[in-house]
């Protein structure tokens, strides 16, 4: 087995500031190696978004070190980082954050033009054809079904071909019939993609399809469970 795709080791984090200071983690150690995929459990506010935001260098972390893909995002300057970001990790969210002024195939293919991929609109529609949605490529947003639009998410985040895919609740909007059908895809774009998964879920229907629970419990991982 090569290097890990995702090495923490003895993370912290501490938020805000005054009264609302906050030991959001509290030495979280993970390993994720090439195409695993891992459900992180836990209760509300036990820290699962925050370990997310850490790993996908959307916070940093007070004590600890984080590296991904075999760069230790610590010693990253912003502009090195998002560049990173935009290479190797693919982000799905709750709540789907697709740009509303644009169309399912826009929201695909912009993100490529940027990271400055060739053919980003014929790249675009084969992720989307991929995804069930070829019929729906000039749909807006408010014009697709809560479960079309995480299909766009999907797409826009496996598009550039990420190394590790990170989701956040991505059942948490949809009803448990359609969000079984967008665990199916997530799983599959995944290990056709040969990437990891790292998803945070509430659901253990979603945690049954990992290859690995962990679970969180104020701000630390209390078990890590084949
Ligand atoms: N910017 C901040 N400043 C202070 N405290 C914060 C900040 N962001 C998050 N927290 C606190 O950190 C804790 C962990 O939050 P986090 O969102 O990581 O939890 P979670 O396990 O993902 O919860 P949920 O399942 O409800 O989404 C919460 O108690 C939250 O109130």
């Not at 003895?10 to 090439?34: P, W």
């Not at 774009?189 to 104020?218: C, F, K, N, Y």
Request: charged share 20%; glycine share 12%.
């Amino acid at each position: 087995m090569g290097q890990p795709l995702i090495d923490i080791d003895d993370i912290h984090l501490t938020l805000g500031e005054g009264d609302v200071r906050t030991d959001i983690l509290k030495g979280v150690s993970l390993a994720l190696d090439a195409g695993e995929t891992v459900a992180v459990l836990g209760p509300s506010g036990s820290g699962k978004s925050s370990l997310m935001a850490v790993i996908a260098g959307l916070e940093r972390a007070d004590r600890g070190s984080v590296s991904l893909a075999g760069t230790q995002i610590g010693e990253l300057g912003e502009d090195a980082l998002a560049r990173l970001r935009g290479r190797s990790l693919g982000i799905i969210l709750q709540a789907f954050h697709l740009l509303p002024t644009m169309t399912a195939l826009e929201n695909v293919a912009v993100p490529l033009e940027l990271a400055g991929i060739t053919n980003a609109r014929e790249r675009a529609a084969a992720e989307l054809q991929s995804v069930g949605l070829g019929h729906r490529l000039a749909h807006y947003p408010a014009q697709l079904s809560g479960g079309e639009q995480q299909r766009v998410a999907i797409a826009r985040a496996t598009a550039p071909r990420p190394q590790l895919l990170l989701a956040d609740e991505p059942t948490g909007n949809l009803d448990s019939a359609t969000g079984g059908q967008i665990i199916d895809l997530l799983f599959d774009r995944a290990s056709q993609a040969g990437a990891g998964l790292l998803v945070i879920t509430h659901d253990p229907a979603v945690a049954a399809r990992a290859s690995r629970i962990v679970r969180m419990s104020d701000g630390r991982l209390v078990a890590d469970a084949a």
